[in-house]
């Protein structure tokens, strides 16, 4: 969507910044209405099982007041502890390995049953910094795709220490009891100063309708190290195996393993716990346990991005193209958030339907953008830095 002209003066004015997710979830239970559950169920009634979700249209009453790039965005530069730093950090190959590992569950916030985030638009950027133990990281991402949805995510620290880069397609399908999203497309961590790069994937975003209706992130998540020859392997699951193998125990359990590429049944640490509370690792060798991961510091209590540099915000800002819809659902003005939702959408195809008419083909503005034989969409930036943003994420001491 060709935002970047229409409207600039006004951009900063209009752009609307929310909560993020973190573990109290507080921004979606403001607007929960009573019967969620039978509203949502209503929503799936003439939707046939195997179909593709990717471009169900929502209405407003069931948005979170943000895009998914925004979503996206979060799970990068809103974070209670440098997480992203502790991998550059690390004192060997293993210890950065773990490292990640702790950095790719940070990435996994609480979802909310009967609220998902906006469609991004074609061209729709979002672009934050953000300040953590003495570096500052910079973040970028653009809606690359709109037929099928593809995202691209470019995150750079000032020191380059670290360089991220995703390309994120969602591909959801309903399943009669269940929808179930798989996020293809890989997350490169980059540790220049190392000479490593880490391939991380990402768990299964699983609603349940029936018969107990819930939310969850589920399936097997693979980080791995070419360079150091490490991986590890993560299974996410809604609950814990009891005794005897049955269900029942607590949800959002995360257990997997460390090990070499080379010999891959030879465990070198242990992973377990829950991606909401606290994971541990325990050095097989030594019979050592330590903390890896605490989801109270990282994800617990996190602050609203603001802007900084009004001249700055571009209009292709996600909290600009959304910033009417979003202010609406803050106020529960349902009938102005779905006439704003409405002129968005009706933006984005009639700029599609011009672009057909004159024969042009859309080229992302930050990103080039390819499919591998494996049908997976592959993005990268076209430059090596991301610059300084409008949009930043207060510290610690100036939010409280």
Not at 176 to 196: D, I, K, N, Q
Request: charged share 25%.
């Amino acid at each position: 969507m060709q935002v970047e002209s229409e409207g600039e003066a006004e951009a900063a004015c209009a752009a609307v910044l929310t909560p993020p997710l973190s573990l109290e979830g507080g921004l979606a239970a403001e607007l929960r209405p009573a019967n969620i559950v039978q509203r949502v169920l209503s929503l799936f009634r003439n939707v046939r099982p195997g179909s593709d979700l990717s471009h169900f249209q929502l209405p407003a009453t069931f948005n979170l007041p943000k895009s998914q790039l925004q979503l996206y965005g979060e799970g990068v530069y809103c974070v209670g502890d440098d997480l992203l730093g502790r991998c550059a950090r690390g004192a060997d190959s293993l210890e950065r390995l773990a490292a990640v590992v702790a950095w790719s569950i940070s990435t996994t916030r609480p979802p909310i049953f009967g609220f998902a985030p906006y469609n991004p638009v074609l061209g729709e950027t979002h672009h934050v910094s953000t300040s953590s133990g003495g570096s500052t990281l910079n973040v970028l991402l653009e809606q690359v795709s709109h037929r099928p949805p593809v995202t691209a995510l470019h995150a750079a620290d000032a020191r380059g220490d670290v360089r991220l880069v995703w390309c994120q397609s969602p591909a959801p399908r309903f399943h009669g009891a269940s929808v179930e999203a798989a996020v293809r497309g890989a997350r490169e961590l980059r540790l220049p100063r190392h000479g490593e790069t880490y391939v991380v994937g990402c768990p299964n975003l699983v609603i349940r309708l029936l018969p107990s209706p819930g939310v969850d992130w589920a399936g097997d998540v693979r980080v791995v190290c070419a360079e150091s020859g490490l991986e590890a392997k993560l299974s996410y699951c809604r609950t814990r195996r009891s005794f005897l193998g049955f269900g029942g125990g607590d949800a959002r359990c995360v257990r997997g393993r460390i090990f070499r590429s080379s010999a891959p049944d030879e465990t070198l640490c242990e992973v377990d716990g829950f991606w909401d509370r606290q994971v541990s690792i325990k050095d097989v060798a030594t019979g050592e346990v330590s903390v890896l991961y605490d989801a109270q510091r990282a994800i617990g209590d996190l602050a609203t991005p603001v802007v900084q540099d009004q001249k700055g915000v571009s209009a292709s800002e996600s909290a600009v193209v959304w910033g009417e819809v979003s202010d609406a659902i803050l106020k529960k003005d349902w009938e102005t958030a779905r006439q704003a939702k409405r002129r968005v959408e009706d933006t984005a195809r009639r700029l599609a339907k011009e672009r057909n008419e004159r024969g042009e083909v859309w080229t992302p503005k930050h990103f080039s953008l390819s499919q591998n034989k494996d049908g997976d969409w592959e993005c990268w930036p076209l430059e090596e830095t991301v610059p300084p943003a409008p949009i930043v994420v207060p510290s610690s001491s100036s939010s409280s």
